[in-house]
C-alpha cells in the first residue's frame, strides 16, 4: 500500500509540473526621443532609442511572449513595426 502511496504521489507531482508550465516572457523598455549626434559627419538632430543611435536590436526566441513598452518623446506620433 505504501508504495502504491508513492507511486501515486510522484505521478501527480508530474503532472502539476507540466501543468504549471508556461512560454517565457521578456520585457522591453523603450524611451523613444530627440538626441544631437553626427550619422554623417555634420551634427543634426536624430530620433534616438535609449539615448543610442543607431537604436538596438530586439533580439528574442521563438514562442517567447514579448512586452514592450515604449515611452513616445518625440513631438510628433510615431509608427514602430517589425
Known sequence: MGDFCLLYLICVGLLLGVCF???????????ISY???????????????????????????????????VKNKLDENLLMTW
Open 21 to 31: 508550465g508556461a512560454d517565457p516572457f521578456t520585457n522591453f523598455e523603450l524611451d
Open 35 to 69: 538626441i544631437t549626434a553626427s550619422p554623417l559627419g555634420v551634427p543634426q538632430q536624430v530620433i534616438a532609442v535609449n539615448r543610442k543611435f543607431p537604436d538596438h536590436v530586439l533580439d528574442v526566441t521563438t514562442n517567447y511572449n514579448v512586452v514592450v513598452n
